[in-house]
C-alpha cells in the first residue's frame, strides 16, 4: 500500500492509522450485511451481541469464508502493514484474524468504552446518519453525538488523553488493541450508523515492546 494511501497520527501515544477503503468494498461489505439482515436465520446464527460491549440493535460476526474472498481481509492485512512499517520500520510477515463483525447502531444505542483482543484492531464506516456532529444551533459547541472517542492515559501538561473522530463512510481507523474507546449515542435520526471492527494478531516479536523473543 503506498504512503500517499494511508494517515498516521499521534494524538496522544501510540499512532493511530487512517485509510480509505476502496468503494467496491464499501458496497460487497453492505449487500453481505444486508443479506445477513433479511435472513431471519442467518441473522440469528452470526448474531455477535452477546460478546460484545456494545447496547445497540444488532451485531454480526463475518464468515470466514467471506472475509477471504470479499477482499476484506486483503485491504485489512495491507493497511496493518503499512502502518505498522510507517511507524516501527519493520515488515510483518503474519496476519491473523481473530474475528470480525459489523454493528448496526440507531437512535440512542451506545457502546460503552472498552478495548479488544489481539495486538492490532480496528473500525471502519459503511453507513452514517447526517446528523453526527450536528453543531448547536448557537454555532459555539460540536456535539459529540453518534462519535468515537480513543482514550489513552491520563490529562496532563502537554498531553492529550482522548481523541474524537468523526465517522465518514469509507474511512478506517487502525489502532493497537489496547486502546480504550467508547461510542457516544446519536439522537433526531432514524438513520444507520453502520460500522464495522476487527481484531488480529501480528508477529509476537513486533508486538512485544519489552524484546523477549
Do not use: C
Request: charged fraction near 25%.
Amino acid at each position: 500500500m503506498p504512503e500517499s494511501q494511508i494517515q498516521i497520527t499521534r494524538p496522544f501515544g501510540p499512532s493511530i492509522a487512517k485509510v480509505q477503503m476502496p468503494d467496491e468494498l464499501i458496497k460487497t461489505l453492505n449487500k453481505y450485511v444486508d443479506d445477513i439482515i433479511a435472513d431471519d436465520e442467518k441473522s440469528k446464527k452470526q448474531d455477535w451481541g452477546h460478546k460484545l460491549a456494545g447496547h445497540v440493535k444488532q451485531e454480526f460476526v463475518l464468515e470466514n469464508k467471506f472475509v477471504e474472498t470479499s477482499g476484506f481481509m486483503n485491504f485489512l492485512a495491507k493497511a496493518v502493514g503499512a502502518w505498522i512499517l510507517n511507524t516501527e520500520k519493520k515488515k510483518i510477515s503474519k496476519f491473523i484474524i481473530n474475528e470480525t463483525w459489523v454493528v448496526r447502531q440507531f437512535e440512542n444505542d451506545y457502546n460503552p468504552i472498552h478495548w479488544h483482543s489481539g495486538h492490532v484492531s480496528g473500525v471502519g464506516y459503511l453507513k452514517v446518519p447526517k446528523i453526527l456532529g450536528q453543531e448547536s444551533k448557537d454555532g459555539k459547541k460540536t456535539y459529540k453525538n453518534g462519535k468515537i472517542e480513543l482514550v489513552h492515559g491520563a490529562k496532563m501538561f502537554l498531553q492529550r488523553s482522548t481523541f474524537s473522530v468523526l465517522p465518514e463512510v469509507g474511512s478506517f481507523y487502525f489502532f493497537p488493541n489496547y486502546m480504550m474507546h467508547t461510542v457516544y449515542p446519536f439522537t433526531d435520526s432514524d438513520e444507520e450508523r453502520r460500522s464495522i471492527s476487527f481484531n488480529a494478531k501480528i508477529d509476537d516479536n513486533i508486538y512485544d515492546a519489552y524484546g523477549n523473543y
